[in-house]
């Protein structure tokens, strides 16, 4: 079968059921479906490799519902009667795809979508003649920052420009990037969706950025705001595992939510 023949959906949503790691869905999916309701078993595969993808945002028409595929690439959509459904899957690094599928009613509907890798480029600041340091602390950032590897930069320059007055305000346009407040304390999420939390019940809750200063991680849920934007020489951002430099893929194993790393200037 051809790309061009694969199925791809979207959907409006009564009642969502997230497909989640160890989670057996696929046989309450056909009890929901034998009950009179309509469900959608979907797979989101990469479609150069036909690798699954998780992080995929599928959003459905006409609501603020979305569900997230997960690490299987997989997603479950009920809904109350027959629907002819619209929706639209986003991951950073892919086209966006927005297609419509037919979900009959008391009926288990199984298809797959394929993403097509594309360039994404992260908000990168680029100022010309820009003076570059000569600490060796800092020798890897300005490396990464003059070949654009992988990730987006705020240099010293753009902090100044930007006058911030604290350092989650340098993030808040950033492409990939959330600022969220938790308890008066602002915290990085991953724009990418959410990741689920197990315990006596599954929650589903932000997908909380790894954080780094002068190339050391910190501890989960660190406050950017403990460091200030005159105390920092630049910042690089990565979205995801697959964007970031191998020297900072294995420092954390956990980097599906992204990395913030923050460097502080070397004359202070």
């Known amino acids: 079968m ?3 023949q694969r199925h791809s959906a979207v959907c409006a949503l009564v009642a969502l059921v997230i497909a989640v790691p160890g989670t057996v869905l696929f046989p309450q ?3 929901t479906a ?7 078993l979907g797979k989101v595969l990469d479609d150069a490799s036909d690798l699954p993808l998780d992080g995929v945002s599928v959003e459905i028409a006409g609501t ?9 690439g997989d997603f479950v959509v009920s809904v109350g009667r027959e629907e002819l459904l619209t929706l639209t899957l986003r991951r950073i690094g892919y086209r966006e795809l927005t297609q419509l599928v037919h979900v009959p009613a008391g009926d288990t509907t199984r298809i797959s979508f394929f993403l097509t890798p594309a360039a994404t480029t992260l908000d990168t600041v680029s100022v010309v003649a820009e003076a570059v340091s000569r600490s060796p602390r800092l020798a890897g950032f300005e ?3 003059q070949q654009h590897i992988g990730g987006a930069f705020i ?9 911030a007055i604290a350092t989650s305000q340098l993030l808040l346009n950033m492409i990939g990037v959330r600022v969220i407040d938790s308890a008066g ?22 997908c909380i950025m790894a954080v780094g200063v002068d190339g050391q991680i910190k501890e989960w849920g660190y406050p950017v705001d403990d460091i200030t934007p005159n105390d920092i020489y630049g910042l690089e951002v990565y979205s995801g595992p697959s964007t970031m430099p191998r020297e900072f893929a294995t420092l954390r194993p956990d980097g599906y939510c992204g990395l913030v790393m923050i460097w502080t200037r070397a004359d202070r």
């Open 155 to 163: 240099t010293r320059v753009e902090i100044e420009r930007r006058n």
């Open 29 to 31: 999916a056909r009890q």
């Open 34 to 40: 034998s009950a009179g309701r309509a469900v959608l």
């Open 185 to 206: 304390v602002k915290l990085l999420a991953s724009a990418r969706g959410y990741k689920v939390v197990f315990g006596r019940t599954s929650e589903i809750a932000p």
């Open 143 to 145: 490396r990464r920052r």
């Open 64 to 72: 603020r519902a979305s569900v997230v595929t997960d690490t299987r």
């Open 2 to 4: 051809g790309h061009a």
